[in-house]
């Protein structure tokens, strides 16, 4: 090959490298200015406690993530966005903001389901794909609202997949994606997209030292999701609970086994309604952070928490959707006392 072919060949390559990777960059661009319309920014409101000395007292902060319709009233977050919020908003891409209640939540897959007061007019949604189809390498990107920076995209490679699924107990099932794609504070509910403008996971969180994005981020895949939200199906209770067993169970002076220590509350959920009560002190026992001074529910309509999954299994079942107005029974361990809330 004499020197004018071989430099002929060598621009015919970089030429079609640079087309190829033109194509790529005009789909991705496409497929953002097609899915953004459905991606949302939730604004939410709840209690902290701050310390100030010996000084403790509970204020009213902000809170920010991302979600995506997927109907005219139905939008999808983070767990963690929305579990102990008192307030939230959905606020759209021109702008309008729309009131939204929780139905359900799963802490530890970290997906929950929203519902609009009123419907979104001209909604644009988003579908799921089957995250059973999901391949290491596979390109994805990721649309929200990182440090409050709205609508924002980021893209990169599926890094692998995390798989922790109980068939019988949805309080402890999970399924992550693990994603190289930027995510960082605000990006929290907001889609993971596959180069078909499909849905194959909720943002979750990242694996950081410094706060920030490094490198290793996660989302909750579209069919864990799709099984707890819309099959499992249980009611949001509106409270951030950590389970007292063992040694712990025994600081407390528990009457059983095992319990659940109620860290804060919201008032309008189904639990707060019921007059459960949050804490309001703040301690560390065997370097394990909490708040101590709330109630510590010891059942659920009858069932008793027993840190099983049988116990988990038996308390999801009492907790399924059954409508508004559903009957719910609480026997809680109150200043050295078992109180019952809610029916008798």
Known sequence: MNKQMYKANKILIIALFLLSFSIKAQSLSELYNKSNP??????????????????????TAGGLGSGFMISDTQIITAAHVVQVA??????????????????????????????????RKDAVTLSFADSNEVKIGEQVFVVGAPYGLGHSLSSGYVSGIINDRHDKNPFTNSEYIQTDAAI???????????????????????????????????????????????????????????????????????????????????????????????GDI???????????????????????????????????RVMEIKGENQAIEIVVFRAGKKVTLGRQ
């Not at 729309?98 to 609009?116: G, H, M, N, Q, R």
């Not at 109630?295 to 009858?302: E, K, P, Q, T, V």
Request: proline residues 3%; glycine residues 10%; hydrophobic residues 45%.
């Open 38 to 59: 459905a991606v949302v920014v939730i604004l939410t409101e709840q209690k902290e406690l701050v310390s100030s000395g010996n000084v403790t007292k509970t204020v």
């Open 86 to 119: 008192e307030k939230v908003n959905v606020q759209f891409l021109d702008g309008e903001i729309i009131p939204a209640k929780v139905v359900s939540a799963y802490a530890t897959a970290d997906v929950a389901l929203l519902e609009l007061i009123w419907p």
């Open 184 to 278: 960082n504070t605000g990006n929290s509910g907001g889609p993971m997209i596959n180069m078909k403008g499909e849905v194959i996971g909720v943002v979750s969180n990242i694996l950081t030292q410094s706060g920030g994005f490094q490198g290793i981020g996660f989302a909750s895949s579209s069919n864990i999701t799709k099984e707890l939200l819309f099959e499992q199906k249980i009611l949001w209770n509106g409270t951030d609970l950590i389970p007292l067993t063992g040694k712990m169970a025994q600081i407390f002076n528990l009457p059983q086994e095992s319990g659940l220590l109620v860290q804060r509350v919201v008032k309008v959920s189904p639990f707060g309604i019921l007059g459960l009560e949050d």
């Open 282 to 316: 703040e301690m560390t026992i065997n370097g394990e952070k909490l708040i101590a001074g709330g109630d510590i529910i010891l059942s659920i309509n009858g069932v008793k928490f027993e840190n099983t999954d049988e116990s988990l299994v038996n308390i999801a």
